[in-house]
């Protein structure tokens, strides 16, 4: 496993052709995510798409009472600020380090241009949005049909693909402000846990004992969530090179609306 300060030690990173990686290479710039650092807030556009390594960034969504609750974490899967490239440019939600760690960063017009110059990189980036999207979505099933044991535990389960280690540094504070449950309703669970042999917690510290155990006891959600990731980004960096820029207009683009110029004819989906 590549070390944290090594960019490709980020899945996406590594997923990328060696013609995109050598332009990007040396624009990324390497990071220290300190717990509680805003990444993004909203309806303020990020000023960097960030790439953790080591860190895990909880995306939250806070309402006017104060109240919060979390929609997805992100890790050394992906990439924290998608609304940079599909279009919207801010977003409702806010994103921030849940657990310290490293990361890279490169710059917003950067990004921008990838997606829009290179097929390989929009392709790739559109595909971790789709696993993204899911995790989004189950974990609003989750919050509305599943205990808060389960809840918990897939939470649990989600922090440690993130991680190289087997313990996640967290408080019982802010693991009830990012499933939006009471303090008292994750100390209960954490007790639960311990009970059962599944995890070690003290003083912020939770260590894993029980992997196995902790899935059986999670709901499906973490399964459906962690397969999607795996069916949609590479396992491996990718070897072939990326595609040239090129712009081709849609097969669905309409013959009427296609102006003929001398010496040069474009056709729907090609171009000569």
Request: hydrophobic share 40%; charged share 20%; with cysteine.
């Amino acid at each position: 496993m590549p070390h944290p300060e090594d960019p490709k030690s980020n899945r996406l990173l590594a997923a990328l052709s060696d013609a995109d990686w050598q332009r990007w290479r040396l624009r990324l710039e390497r990071v220290d995510l300190k717990l509680g650092q805003i990444l993004y807030e909203p309806s303020s556009p990020p000023v960097y798409a960030s790439f953790p390594t080591s860190a895990i960034v909880s995306l939250q969504y806070v309402m006017g009472s104060g109240a919060s609750s979390e929609i997805a974490v992100v890790g050394n899967e992906g990439i924290v600020g998608t609304s940079l490239f599909l279009g919207g440019g801010a977003t409702t939600s806010h994103g921030s380090v849940l657990i310290a760690g490293q990361g890279f960063r490169i710059g917003a017009q950067m990004i921008r241009d990838e997606f829009d110059r290179y097929d390989s990189v929009r392709l790739l980036l559109l595909r971790y949005t789709q696993a993204l999207i899911t995790q989004i979505a189950q974990t609003a099933v989750c919050n509305r049909h599943h205990s808060v044991d389960q809840q918990f535990c897939g939470w649990l389960l989600h922090c440690l693909d993130r991680l190289r280690q087997g313990e996640v540094v967290v408080t019982q504070e802010l693991i009830a402000s990012v499933l939006g449950v009471r303090r008292e309703s994750v100390t209960e669970a954490a007790c639960r846990l311990q009970a059962a042999g599944l995890i070690r917690y003290a003083r912020g510290h939770i260590s894993v004992l029980d992997r196995a155990g902790l899935e059986r006891r999670s709901c499906e959600c973490h399964s459906v969530v962690k397969k999607e990731y795996d069916r949609l980004l590479p396992q491996e960096p990718a070897a072939r090179p990326a595609n040239p820029p090129r712009r081709v207009l849609p097969a669905w683009y309409g013959a009427a609306a296609i102006r003929h110029t001398p010496g040069h004819e474009i056709a729907a989906g090609r171009e000569t």
